[in-house]
């Protein structure tokens, strides 16, 4: 919505939704050469929140990988490194165990040290119901998870403790074959003196916000269009940091990202669209295109009598041409989705992409769209069926509800969809409110497994706000999480199994994985976009 991917693992994002980050549009040319020359980059999305127990969004999870160190993290080309943690360790206990050593030298921006403590509360936090934390379910796998998040036990039950000012331990109840990924991406301390004096606004503007690592916020609050970034002398790897300011601003539209560049006013910026074609022509060696972990997708309320209908939802899975939305209206290198899961991720056994053994349940078929439709009138006792889809107010948002329109109206003679447009926060917020009847979202995650895309639709996931269920999906899903019993092949099946029924059931709707493309001066270098994970401006210098 990882994200503009709420925060399971993964971010909300709206469809369209760009982590491309932004430059001022004043006084943003070109400017000295080396470490004093600012960069300046776009953003399609407000940076809403930097507390790791409230980011919910791709917008602010972006800008908090920039200013939070963690136990671990990825570096630019997205492998994982330590971070606050002297070194990956390998868990005991057979596998449920992990035991840090953190950094001796890690500070706070106000040169106070980071400690194990700073972990425990934080997670603690986290879980504690009274936070009321969308990310709370990354934790869990952690001992003492389920009677914590639901008040029956205190937060201090959690399997996390510091055993020493610089030395933490968390306890798993079963080996997590990704929790690498989850020490990179969700596990997050707090500055707990910070969080004592200031409460509720922790976190929530450039006067109440901390930084750990390369870099701290400035002139931002959750509102504002433009904010920067300015190196953080604290940083134990400062030295390292060749960039000393960055400047980012929200830009609607990826024409204006274009237009920003061709005038030299911002150095990065991320387009999509017509405007991919366009660049490509005048920017060859400027054009950076990539796949993206993200998928876009229709969540379907299940508590509106007309979209709980499966022939509905079947009925419209079959009338989108997929391919001829990646091709003739995004036409920036996304992909149709096979399944709620993207390519690239994760293999089989026999080294295919994960998607080989998911079958075509998301096929073009106008003919049974159609039978579907008939039965989906019938059920509901409606020759007219209303239809309305929620999207953001930018023009990809524009583009893929114009689609949807236009194509389900032809192939579904009697169904009127409305399209309804919102700025993206408020429609992460319409969909985190159950008010609706569906919506174009888009879901990023942190970590290669299938899990993560296919929780959304699970029982008790995050962000199911769609009140969906299916007893046989949810037991698929219990398999997958019990690893104890399986191998990771066996694990894999078990996920493409459910996977399938879900496009059989249409719990959710996928539309087509993401492409991720920019727009990055030749000027740069240790600017990289992986496949999961965001690009990070700490490895990024100037030539």
């Not at 671990?72 to 840090?100: C, E, M, R, S």
Request: with cysteine.
């Amino acid at each position: 919505m990882k994200k503009g991917r709420l925060s399971m693992k993964g971010k909300l994002a709206g469809i369209g939704t760009i982590l491309v980050l932004g430059g001022l549009l004043a006084g943003c040319g070109n400017q000295a050469s080396g470490t004093s020359r600012t960069l300046n980059v776009t953003s399609q999305a407000n940076v809403l929140t930097l507390d790791p127990s409230r980011v919910s969004d791709v917008g602010s999870d972006f800008m908090l990988e920039q200013t939070l160190d963690g136990l671990y993290k990825t570096n630019n080309k997205g492998t994982i490194v330590p971070a606050l943690a002297t070194k990956i360790v390998k868990p005991t206990n057979d596998g449920k165990t992990y035991t840090f050593e953190l950094r001796k030298d890690a500070k706070w921006d106000d040169g106070s040290q980071v400690t194990a403590n700073d972990f425990v509360v934080a997670l603690q936090r986290q879980v504690n119901p009274k936070t009321k934390s969308q990310r709370a379910q990354r934790l869990q796998d952690f001992v003492g998870y389920k009677n914590a998040s639901t008040g029956k036990a205190k937060p201090s039950t959690l399997g996390v403790k510091a055993l020493g000012k610089y030395k933490l331990q968390i306890q798993l109840t079963h080996a997590v074959p990704y929790f690498d990924y989850i020490l990179a991406s969700q596990i997050y301390p707090v500055n707990i003196e910070a969080l004592n004096k200031w409460g509720s606004k922790y976190d929530t503007d450039a006067a109440h916000a901390v930084s750990n690592s390369a870099y701290k916020i400035k002139d931002w609050n959750s509102s504002k269009d433009s904010w920067n970034l300015e190196k953080n002398k604290q940083y134990y790897d400062a030295d390292k940091v060749k960039i000393k300011k960055i400047n980012f601003q929200v830009v609607k539209t990826p024409q204006t990202g274009l237009n920003l560049f061709e005038a030299k006013k911002v150095q990065e910026t991320q387009i999509s669209g017509n405007t991919v074609a366009m660049a490509a022509k005048q920017y060859k060696d400027e054009l950076v295109q990539s796949k993206y972990g993200q998928l876009a997708f229709l969540p379907w309320s299940n508590t509106d009598a007309t979209t709980k209908n499966q022939n509905l939802r079947k009925a419209v899975s079959a009338a989108i041409d997929r391919e001829d939305l990646v091709k003739n209206v995004l036409k920036d290198g996304s992909i149709a989705a096979k399944s709620i899961v993207p390519e690239g991720e994760v293999k089989q056994a026999d080294g295919q992409d994960f998607n080989a053994g998911v079958g075509d349940g998301l096929a073009y078929n106008p003919t049974q769209a159609k039978a579907d439709f008939a039965k989906a009138q019938q059920e509901l006792g409606k020759k007219t069926i209303n239809l309305e889809i929620v999207t953001a107010d930018t023009d990809a948002y524009k583009q893929v509800g114009e689609y949807l329109q236009g194509q389900l109206e032809k192939q579904l003679p009697g169904l009127k969809v409305t399209i309804k447009t919102e700025p993206l926060s408020q429609e992460v917020n319409t969909f985190s409110s159950g008010n609706f009847q569906t919506l174009t979202m888009g879901w990023s995650t942190d970590y290669p497994d299938p899990i993560d895309y296919l929780n959304i639709a699970a029982d008790g996931g995050t962000i199911n706000f769609t009140k969906w269920h299916n007893a046989e999906y949810q037991k698929l899903i219990d398999q997958i999480n019990d690893t104890d019993h399986q191998t990771a092949a066996q694990r894999v099946v078990l996920q493409q199994k459910a996977a399938k029924l879900l496009n059989a059931e249409q719990g959710v709707t996928p539309l087509y994985q993401y492409a991720s493309v920019h727009l990055r001066s030749t000027d740069l270098k240790g600017l990289e976009y992986p496949l999961i994970g965001y690009q990070r401006y700490e490895y990024v210098s100037w030539k």
